[in-house]
């Protein structure tokens, strides 16, 4: 999904150039009074049409899951637009094409073998140097389930007062009915953070917090809004209803 980027599309970009297994298939969701714009970038094939415009991240995201569950896609894979590249230590190039085909090669298997795992996570580029030379498929158990991810799609769900830090709720709730997530240990993710007009740029992501910490105060009633001195400078504090992380 993205908004407000049609000229600016980094995923995209080698995204397209990707030869995927036949059970893969990308889209990119923009709102109706976006689509003059994005179909000038977007292949007409990829490209879906949200119902509505301005009605926030968890509106689009409801439709997407919709949209998978009418085309019987059992997982969904949620790739940020400013996704620079995956960095895979299996693939000896810096080539993005051929990096992403190689992790899609094996991305689904833990779903396949684990009923419970509902959420695979990447690291970023940066955290995954420290991994790197374990070579385990999974590194890491019960992590937050951070910006580019994939999920079970009768996992995925979000309420429109979640109009930000959807990721953390994701998978408060993928902990809160006994099930996990991983890490994956093969490859990390390099995104554009904080730096490309749109997205969430395009809304007063403070008092989206703040908002958002209030509203789910009604099922976990210990987490709060905070300042904090990395990131954006806030933050909502869930650590209490966190289990604990296993690093393998």
């Known amino acids: 999904m993205s908004k407000g980027r049609p000229y600016k599309q980094k995923t995209v970009e080698w995204l397209s150039k990707c030869t995927l297994p036949a059970n893969f298939k990308w889209k990119l969701f923009c709102e109706p009074q976006e689509k003059i714009y994005y179909s000038q970038t977007i292949p007409s094939s990829n490209l879906e049409i949200l119902s509505a415009n301005d009605k926030g991240y968890a509106f689009g995201a409801m439709e997407i899951r919709d949209y998978a569950n009418q085309n019987k896609h059992d997982v969904i894979w949620q790739l940020d637009d400013d996704v620079n590249a995956f960095i895979d230590i299996r693939v000896k190039t810096k080539f993005k ?43 890491a158990k019960n992590q937050n389930g951070w910006g580019c991810y994939l999920i079970r799609t009768k996992a995925f769900h979000m309420e429109q007062q979640w109009m930000s830090h959807t990721d953390t709720l994701q998978h408060m709730d993928i902990w809160d009915k006994g099930h996990y997530t991983k890490t994956y240990g093969l490859a990390g993710i390099n995104v554009e953070v904080y730096s490309n007009d749109g997205g969430y740029q395009c809304r007063d992501r403070k008092q989206d917090t703040k908002d958002t910490a209030e509203y789910i105060k009604k099922k976990y009633p210990l987490s709060k809004y905070v300042e904090v001195d990395n990131g954006l400078g806030y933050d909502i504090d869930t650590k209490m209803y966190r289990p604990k992380t296993i690093m393998y």
């Open 97 to 139: 094409v051929e990096v992403f085909e190689e992790i899609c090669k094996n991305i689904l298997n833990g779903f396949e073998k684990e009923p419970e795992l509902d959420l695979i996570r990447f690291m970023s580029s940066r955290s995954f140097y420290f991994v790197k030379n374990k070579e385990l498929e999974f590194c």
